[in-house]
T-cell receptor, first 115, second 115 residues
Framework: DTEVTQTPKHLVMGMTNKKSLKCEQH?????MYWYKQKAKKPPELMFV???????INESVPSRFSPECPNSSLLNLHLHALQPEDSALYLC??????????????FGPGTRLTVL | AQSVTQLGSHVSVSEGALVLLRCNYS??????LFWYVQYPNQGLQLLLK??????LVKGINGFEAEFKKSETSFHLTKPSAHMSDAAEYFC?????????????FGTGTRLLVSP
């Protein structure tokens, strides 16, 4: 099973709301990633978790708060977002975060709209 | 910093024609290179990757790519296009000089296939 699942598929939220995105994988991977993809743009890395510890934060605003409760689960907590944060949020996983040849497996994404 | 450049934001071919999507890399050290495909409203799927084992890399769905150091290129080809190949294609590089795998994507090429 090489599947990464993400919920919800779509999310609409106001600027004062608090919501969470969820990502799950059962491939035994020890690295998990969050990417942000704006329309007609490539994905941009936001966070990297390795063995459930935050390893890379690409200067992401604090209104995005990642969490890795266990090796299979990755959350992205959202608070006080701006309309420009509207995008497709992709989760990915790979065997090891420090192995540069590993394949990253992507989920289908959560399409977020901030009103 | 390592980067990739994809020439042509859109490529149009007829069904059965050769597909050629261009990717050039910029790196001070031999890079690891990836091609991903993204179908509408979906996540990314790995087509193939170059990990320095062989310069000609064969991937899924009949795609292949050749790593050419002299040209700093990693172009993606398929001998005969199929309607189902219509999608967005991203070239990506993963640097050896960073502690963790950080995929940096090109701007993408949309492949259009006409009957």
């Amino acid at each position: 099973d090489t599947e990464v699942t993400q919920t919800p598929k779509h999310l609409v939220m106001g600027m004062t709301n608090k919501k969470s995105l969820k990502c799950e994988q059962h491939m035994g991977h020890r690295a998990m990633y969050w990417y942000k993809q704006k329309a007609k743009k490539p994905p941009e890395l936001m966070f990297v978790y390795s063995y459930e510890k935050l390893s890379i934060n690409e200067s992401v605003p604090s209104r995005f708060s990642p969490e890795c409760p266990n090796s299979s689960l990755l959350n992205l907590h959202l608070h006080a977002l701006q309309p420009e944060d509207s995008a497709l949020y992709l989760c990915a996983s790979s065997q090891e975060a420090y192995e540069h040849t590993d394949t990253q497996y992507f989920g289908p994404g959560t399409r977020l709209t901030v009103l | 910093a390592q980067s990739v450049t994809q020439l042509g934001s859109h490529v149009s071919v007829s069904e059965g024609a050769l597909v050629l999507l261009r990717c050039n890399y910029s790196s001070s050290v031999p890079p690891y290179l990836f091609w991903y495909v993204q179908y509408p409203n979906q996540g990314l799927q790995l087509l193939l990757k170059y990990t320095s084992a062989a310069t000609l890399v064969k991937g899924i769905n009949g795609f292949e790519a050749e790593f050419k150091k002299s040209e700093t290129s990693f172009h993606l080809t398929k001998p005969s296009a199929h309607m189902s190949d219509a999608a967005e294609y991203f070239c990506a590089v993963s640097g050896k000089n960073t502690g963790f795998q950080k995929l940096v994507f090109g701007t993408g090429t949309r492949l259009l296939v006409s009957p």
